[in-house]
């Protein structure tokens, strides 16, 4: 097996989910209680804006009273422990529990729920409290704040920066996502063309599972813990057994 040096890790809700953070797509998930339509699309916020505003009120207050787990945890250690290259962390996850877990290099690509941003002067502002139509841009005055979140139908952040860091990398991990949603859930293929192996972490075989080397099935604040455990033990992934399923 080749040498690991770069270690890419693409987060999804999966790894908020023992914090106490509702996923999406599960039977209690958030996109079964609410229409996507209305509050995660630029099209729902014209429509109404205060409907969605309160939408991300309220997971700000939920994320307020979150904590890291043990998953968090781990990629933060891992990223301190690596000896031979970087670690990076690209989450679809708007909440900052990596952050609060220890990690550096977090990349949000769908946004961030403390951040807000101007429709008018295009600023992204930290951001803790409940946002209103009525709140004014911290850098240019005016009153034309939205929730810093990337809706179905925009360009998701940092599209060129994550383009680099998978083109860099030698192991690739997917943790908690249900690969549902482009382009994060494209990125196994690019690793694939990129020859360079890959482990995907998830309760359960996700839509992209086949395109996996190797897969771990479990909650992410067991099953995480224990391969960076033994990651910076051995320095490898040979102790995974190939798991075609
Ligand atoms: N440990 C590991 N995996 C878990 C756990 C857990 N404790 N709990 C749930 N999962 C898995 C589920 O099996 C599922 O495959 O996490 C995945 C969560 O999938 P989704 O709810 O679809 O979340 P995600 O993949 O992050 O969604 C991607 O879709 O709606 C948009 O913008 C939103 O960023 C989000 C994107």
Redesign the pocket.
């Known amino acids: 097996m080749t040498d690991i040096r770069n270690i890419v890790i693409l987060t999804?809700?999966?790894?908020s989910?023992?914090s106490g953070i509702p996923?999406?797509?599960?039977e209690d998930?958030l996109?079964e209680q609410h229409r996507v339509e209305d509050v995660?699309t630029p099209e729902g916020y014209i429509r109404n804006p205060v409907l969605v505003h309160n939408f991300y009120n309220r997971l700000r207050k939920n994320l307020a009273g979150a904590e890291p787990n043990s998953a968090h945890r781990a990629l933060a250690r891992l990223e301190r422990e690596w000896p031979r290259g970087s670690v990076t962390v690209i989450t679809?996850?708007i909440d900052d529990l990596h952050e609060r877990g220890g990690s550096q290099k977090v990349i949000h690509m769908?946004g961030e729920l403390k951040s807000i941003l101007c429709k008018a002067c295009g600023a992204h502002s930290v951001w803790d409290r409940d946002s209103s139509e009525d709140d004014v841009c911290p850098v240019c005055g005016r009153k034309e704040l939205r929730p810093d979140i990337v809706w179905f139908g925009e360009m998701p952040y940092f599209s060129e920066e994550i383009f680099e860091y998978l083109a860099s990398g030698s192991l690739f991990l997917s943790?908690?996502?249900?690969?549902?949603?482009y382009p994060?859930a494209g990125f196994i293929s690019t690793v694939n063309r990129l020859h360079y192996p890959s482990v995907e972490?998830?309760?359960?075989p996700?839509l992209q599972h086949s395109s996996f080397t190797f897969s771990v099935y479990g909650?992410?604040?067991i099953t995480v813990p224990d391969f960076v455990d033994k990651l910076l033990e051995k320095g490898s992934i040979d102790f995974l057994k190939k798991t075609k399923v």
């Open positions: 999804g809700a999966g790894i989910q023992e996923t999406f797509r599960s998930g996109w995660a679809q996850n769908h943790i908690g996502t249900s690969g549902a949603v994060a972490f998830n309760l359960r996700s909650k992410a604040g």
